[in-house]
């Protein structure tokens, strides 16, 4: 079976080149999470690139509802509030219908299904994002950072016990601990997209 | 240590988050932020605001708890991890050949040569055509994603035309099955960045010799529109037994006017060997091959990356802010001439750079000459050339202060000799960090039981090589020691790839086929 292929150019009736860009931007930076997502609700491996597929559909579907806001990055603030919506739906929908069944039914018409919502459904959403977000920069890290900001952080221990332990200097494991926090917090706007325009780095 | 005492400096503090300081800035403020409770509070107020702390940190906690709890459950989600063995074993038709592994299309897999990010390389064997062959397969995890697959068949596609000696060619290309995979020719080596791994520097000879062949190879490739985009030594194969580079993986190339293709913000390839403009993520052209291949040169010089971080980012900021260190105050045995070239290739601004490969490649061939009879050929002129014109800017540079503080000359006299303690000092942080690097690297088991005690003997030497700055006179000695030293490493088996310590091999030469770990990314 030909894999699925995400062709943003036969989906998306996209006007300007900046707007395909910016699609194609935006399906570089979702798409690993989106695969993470999917998983984790526990579709079967072998729907995993159909449901991704599927999702990317209903977003595409809904560009015509798209209109210029005149703000910057308007279409990319858009896709991502729409990719939003679409997933929380998916979410939503795999709870009543997932249950041992093969098919990819389950699947067709997302976007079709009305806004699921629900303050559960989105903290579950930050929650998967940050997971996933962590294991992403984590690669980008030594592991000795990795450790000291775990140690530190989350088992709770002292800076001094876990620099000893690392053989690191207990200045780098406050300035480690932070790039990675800082890291992880850029790896989340990467795929929600930026609160507002934030200033050049 | 005499280390300055630091005032507390929340732009320090926000420089050195974004990994902006060099190693040395970043060193003193380190120390002060150990000893500073107002600096470490503000340092975290940067990073983050408190809530997202507790978020993030929240979040983490719980999941690690579920996953602890999930595991001892039956039936977990998570994939299994295969060894690259019982993964090749897995998707393999049944072969005829005895001791074969299995059969692959027209090729009886013989046995796994090693795996990387983006799959796993087998070596095989065609009996239509007799002939060995390298089967470079990608990974099943990355076969599901549409543009992984696309990644491997522009491979396929991008190398297919570029037709050079210099250049690894692709025999057939199989993307449409479950596992795509790409045929190509065995040839038996080692990769550039084995060879440093078990060499540290390389003499000049070898340096220009190999960056000459590259730079041929790329002008090939530069011809056909083709922009290689991943140069570093893991790329540069060469060949046992004679004197041949081959450049490889052409999985990031990119046709210049594929423009929708270069800018989608994610980070494709290493960062260390990036350029400045690629790790902007702006658009390149082949003169962003040009400055990787200049901090490739730098690495076989002085037996280490140019930009280093602790994070990609802090790598790439690096790379678009600071110089690297000079290569001389790393190995004065490298001529002045050589330096100039690598610094052209490292200017910043791409236009600072040779125009073209084929501009550098002719340079590097009368370099080459002039290195192998130093006194029947000339330095070329043009290297002259630009040697001139850098030491004219430097002259130009530090000249007024110079004279200004000529009155007060024990000052500067005594600023100098500062100086002077604070390269020792850093020196000595040099040497901790080459050896900690290679400490690292030997750590693969299988690697270690082979050659723990000439890498041992060659950290040693490595790191007196770089204090002869200021020892001149012992410099001799230990370059005679580093040659003992390569001759007894010549004997040692190399591997894959210093990330997989499970690369199951015994035999000496490997068919290498080198893959990118970003990729998986």
Not at chain 1, 120 to 133: G, P
Not at chain 1, 137 to 162: C, P, Y
Not at chain 2, 59 to 72: D, F, H, K, P
Not at chain 2, 206 to 226: E, N, P, S, T
Request: aromatic share 6%; hydrophobic share 40%; charged share 25%.
């Amino acid at each position: 079976m030909p894999q699925p292929e995400t062709r943003p150019s036969l989906i998306v009736r996209l006007k300007g080149e900046r707007n395909e860009l910016a699609w194609t931007e935006f399906v570089s930076a979702y798409e690993p999470f989106l695969r993470r997502l999917i998983e984790r609700q526990g579709v079967p491996e072998r729907h995993v690139p159909d449901a991704m597929q599927q999702v990317l559909v209903a977003v595409a579907r809904s560009v015509d509802g798209w209109q210029d806001d005149g703000d910057p990055a308007s279409f990319r603030r858009w896709l991502n509030r729409v990719a939003r919506n679409v997933v929380l739906k998916l979410m939503a929908r795999e709870r009543r219908q997932i249950g041992g069944q093969g098919g990819t039914d389950w699947l067709e018409s997302l976007a079709d299904v009305p806004d699921a919502g629900g303050e559960e459904r989105e903290t579950e959403y930050e929650y998967e994002l940050v997971v996933w977000a962590a294991e992403q920069v984590r690669g980008e890290f030594l592991d000795s950072s990795w450790k000291a900001f775990w140690a530190t952080l989350i088992e709770g221990r002292s800076v001094a016990e876990v620099a000893a332990e690392l053989g690191v200097s207990p200045g780098s494991v406050y300035m480690s601990r932070s790039r990675l926090m800082a890291r992880i917090r850029s790896k989340v706007q990467e795929v929600v997209g930026r609160p507002e325009e934030s200033s050049e780095v | 240590m005499a280390i300055p005492k630091l005032a507390c400096d929340r732009e320090r503090l926000r420089q050195s988050l974004d990994d902006r300081l060099s190693e040395q800035q970043e060193e003193i403020l380190l120390q002060h932020l150990a000893e500073c409770p107002a600096c470490q509070h503000e340092l975290e107020r940067l990073a983050a605001e408190q809530a997202e702390w507790s978020r993030v940190a929240e979040v983490l906690r719980r999941e690690a708890a579920a996953r602890i709890s999930s595991a001892g459950a039956a039936g977990t989600r998570e994939p299994a991890c295969d060894s690259p063995v019982d993964f090749a074993v897995a998707f393999l038709e049944p072969s005829s050949l005895p001791g074969a592994l299995g059969r692959l299309g027209d090729v009886d897999i013989l046995e796994v040569i090693g795996h990387g990010g983006m799959g796993i390389v087998l070596k095989g064997f065609q009996q239509e055509l007799h002939r060995p062959v390298a089967v470079k397969v990608l990974a099943p995890h990355l076969a599901a994603s549409g543009a992984a697959r696309q990644r491997f068949a522009r491979e396929a596609r991008a190398t297919a035309v570029v037709v050079h000696p210099n250049v690894m060619p692709v025999l057939t290309v199989h993307s449409s099955g479950k596992l795509p995979y790409l045929v190509m020719p065995y040839v038996p080596c080692e990769s550039l960045q084995q060879r440093l791994d078990r060499q540290g520097w390389l003499e000049t000879l070898d340096v220009v010799r190999i960056a000459w062949q590259v730079a041929c190879g790329l002008a090939a490739a530069h011809a056909q529109g083709l922009v290689h985009r991943d140069i570093k030594p893991a790329n540069m194969l060469l060949e046992k037994g004679v004197d041949r580079v081959l450049l490889t993986d052409f999985g990031l190339a990119r046709a210049v006017d594929d423009a929708s293709l270069t800018r989608t913000g994610v980070i494709a390839g290493t960062p260390q060997y990036m350029s400045p403009e690629q790790a902007r993520g702006e658009a390149v052209d082949h003169r962003s091959d040009l400055f990787s291949l200049g901090s490739v040169l730098y690495a076989m010089c002085t037996g280490r990356v140019p930009f280093r971080a602790e994070t990609s980012y802090g790598i790439l900021r690096r790379i678009t802010d600071t110089e690297p260190r000079p290569i001389r105050e790393i190995n004065p045995g490298i001529p002045e001439w050589l330096v100039t070239i690598v610094a052209k290739l490292h200017a910043k601004d791409p236009a600072g750079r040779f125009a073209s490969a084929d501009e550098l490649a002719k340079l590097l061939e009368q370099c080459l000459a002039h290195v192998q009879q130093p006194t029947t050929v000339p330095l070329p002129e043009a290297v002259a050339a630009i040697e001139f014109a850098s030491v004219e800017a430097r002259l130009t540079a530090t000249a007024p202060p110079l004279s200004s503080s000529r009155s007060r000359r024990p000052l500067l006299v005594g600023s100098i000799l500062a100086g002077l303690a604070i390269l020792a000092a850093v020196a000595g942080i040099a040497i901790r960090t080459h050896q900690d690097d290679s400490d690292e690297r030997s750590k693969s088991p299988a690697e270690s039981a082979v050659s723990a005690a000439p890498s041992t003997s060659e950290n040693e030497a490595r790191g007196q090589s770089a204090l002869s700055v200021w020892q001149d006179g012992v410099v001799e000695q230990i370059r005679g020691l580093d040659e003992a030293v390569e001759q007894l490493d010549t004997r040692a088996a190399w591997f894959w790839d210093d990330d997989t310590p499970s690369a199951p091999t015994n035999n000496q030469t490997n068919a290498i086929q080198s893959s990118n770990p970003e990729a998986a990314k």
